[in-house]
DNA sequence: TTGTACGCGTTATCAA
DNA sequence: TTGATAACGCGTACAA
């Protein structure tokens, strides 16, 4: 593994050039960086991390936060791939991470940690309104930014997020092309932007539309919560025909409802949700759903943070486009372009083709607060 | 943040006594050593990690590495748990961690990171038997350790896995006290010390007690393959009375199977299988389990990685106890002990006392191999 | 636009 | 049982 300074020697430049070239902190001469990059390639060089550490004063370490533990986390499925987005940033920036846990109060140590400067930044996902971690950071001014939600307590903390609005709206326009007149609206009652997000969004949407605005809140993203709701609003003598539930374990809940009420979907009722899971794809019928990308959630949020960190830059928000995925659950108007051969709605629906695996589009910018 | 500078100038010994009371590599006179330990404390003082990477050649960072992604993972839910385990004995240890994704195939640049030596070590949950990680580490030489499993491709390879061969033992002592007479295993075809673990088992304990050995395997671990193989077992002339599944998803499979044909559970047929999430406990009735501790595995696994990597020590096992949770799902006998008012079933019975949320009993050894 | 030289906090080598 | 000192690889103040 090559050093900087075989770098340099191979090169004909100093270390502090190549260093230079690497971070970008002062302008180095267009060749000399070319000559300096190219030797960089050949000897496959990447700047230690530790030295870098030693020399900067940093860990070189992101803090990881997840407000949930244990069942909560099963039942927001979108963390494993979170995490990977992070991690492969962090990689590629040549940092490391470490948990901070659910539980604060455990026996991590975490205002000794935080003392000690032990990470450099934090990044917390799904913040929630009465988070203790996010005060606790802003005062000992760690970099923090929050992913998959804002923190609702101050407008102060950095954040990215999918386009939660948007999405909800392109999913309230697919339910009127179907015909569908009396939507409500299942969200949770978790102090968290998301759902904020979603019941201004939906209310807007259906004044906009000259509807009546039902919206319950259940007390969990359980299932079981959600099955009790459903069964509540469907059974109200103006029942709706339409449920849009926050997160699509919930709509599972919503589904088994409808079934228990002998209610046909995507006939009698449409459903549909945010959270492209496996839970909505497998699903029968597979759910339409607001797709979320965490992975790409993940790298921005890293980025962010570390130009934070390292350029000191001001704070800026990032919000990810979001994309509606229609299925069976909502699709009952025979669209002509939609071919017979498709496994039975597995695969979402012709208004949104598979995207590829790639990263897919770049983060559009939002103005901070 | 103190330096092992300060620590030593005001514990009157030079900076080489102070890394050697912490790094162990040297004797130390008692005194001395407990003299700087309490500056040490005052001082708060902890080893700098980047300081300690930069004089070692260590990057202080451990890799991770789980071989599903996406969907299995959400099938397998002891993850989350495991990596707070990870992290926190990381953490302690001065160690932070990075993702080695599950598709290998995907853009991280595996070969080079191992050239640059980006991990000191790396730890593998659940490797499955043709896991091409496996061999490529070994090729490296990079310290590996395999969590939740051993892995079958070379006996190399140092693991820490739970008594799934005690648990099943203690499951089938409960079965037949619980008078199930034809108790039928469901694994899995994936290629998992797990899976062995249990068919081998199974099979000795069926034969000791003079019974047939049904054993069924699943392509994987879904509740829907389960459910179908429960279906085809239990429609068999002499159908089992207790079918035993490998991992709780898969019980939950079982347990649909039973009320699609009528069978009540657990009178008719006793349902238990391994891996005590939260599927288990809130199924309807709550399932007997084999009890997996995910995050003592992940300490201890970090543990067994850090010893190898710092210390150079010989490659060791460790087996961690397993524990039965019975639960309705198999209780048909009336235990004269089990009092009223405890809330259906919710909780584990009296055979097996809820421990406290410590790392429980320590780990105990088994022979390499 | 580029280079020199020092410091970051620790471990390892060698000496006492 | 303990100490002095030279690395480790990089960033940066200062100099040119």
Same mark, same amino acid.
């Given at each position: ?20 070239? $690497?971070?970008?902190?002062? &302008? ?49 499925? $979108? ?17 490391? $991470? ?10 991590? &140590? ?218 069976? %659950? ?19 629906? &012709? ?15 939002? %103005?901070?607060?």
């Amino acid at each position: 593994m090559a050093s900087i300074e075989e770098v340099a020697r191979e090169a004909g430049v100093s270390i502090t050039t190549v260093s230079h070239v $690497f971070s970008e902190k002062r &302008p180095v001469a267009v060749a000399t960086r070319r000559r300096v990059l190219a030797v960089a390639d050949r000897l496959n060089y990447r700047p230690h991390r530790a030295a870098r550490g030693l020399a900067t004063g940093r860990t070189m370490t992101i803090g990881l936060h997840f407000p949930f533990e244990g069942d909560p986390l099963l039942l927001n499925p $979108f963390f494993p791939e979170l995490l990977e987005g992070l991690s492969a940033a962090a990689a590629e920036a040549g940092y490391g $991470f470490l948990l901070i846990p659910a539980s604060l109060e455990a026996k991590f &140590p975490l205002r000794q940690a935080l003392n000690e400067g032990r990470f450099d930044g934090v990044i917390i996902a799904d913040p929630t309104e009465d988070s203790t971690l996010v005060p606790l950071l802003l005062r000992h001014r760690v970099p923090l930014v929050t992913a998959g939600g804002r923190y609702l307590g101050s407008p102060q903390v950095p954040w990215v997020d999918n386009d939660h609005r948007g999405g909800l709206a392109q999913l309230m326009a697919h339910l009127e092309e179907q015909g569908y007149k009396r939507p409500a609206l299942l969200s949770t009652k978790d102090g968290i932007s998301y759902a904020r997000d979603i019941e201004e969004t939906f209310e807007k949407e259906v004044r906009a539309r000259g509807g009546e605005v039902t919206i319950v809140r259940a007390d969990d993203q359980s299932e079981e919560q959600a099955f009790r709701e459903a069964l509540r609003l469907l059974n109200q003598p103006r029942r709706p025909d339409a449920i849009v539930a926050g997160i699509d374990r919930q709509a599972v809940g919503v589904l088994r409802a409808a079934r228990t009420l002998s209610l046909r979907v995507p006939r009698d009722l449409g459903i549909a949700s945010g959270g492209d899971t496996v839970l909505a794809r497998h699903s029968h019928p597979p759910l339409t759903t607001m797709r979320q990308r965490p992975r790409v959630l993940g790298e921005v949020a890293v980025r962010l943070l570390l130009t934070i960190v390292e350029r000191s830059a001001p704070p800026e928000n990032r919000i990810l486009p979001a994309e509606l995925v229609p299925r069976a %659950s909502t699709r009952r108007v025979r669209s002509p372009r939609a071919k017979a051969r498709r496994p039975a709605d597995a695969a979402p629906g &012709p208004q949104a083709p598979q995207p590829g695996p790639g990263p897919g589009p770049g983060p559009g910018r939002a %103005s901070p607060g």
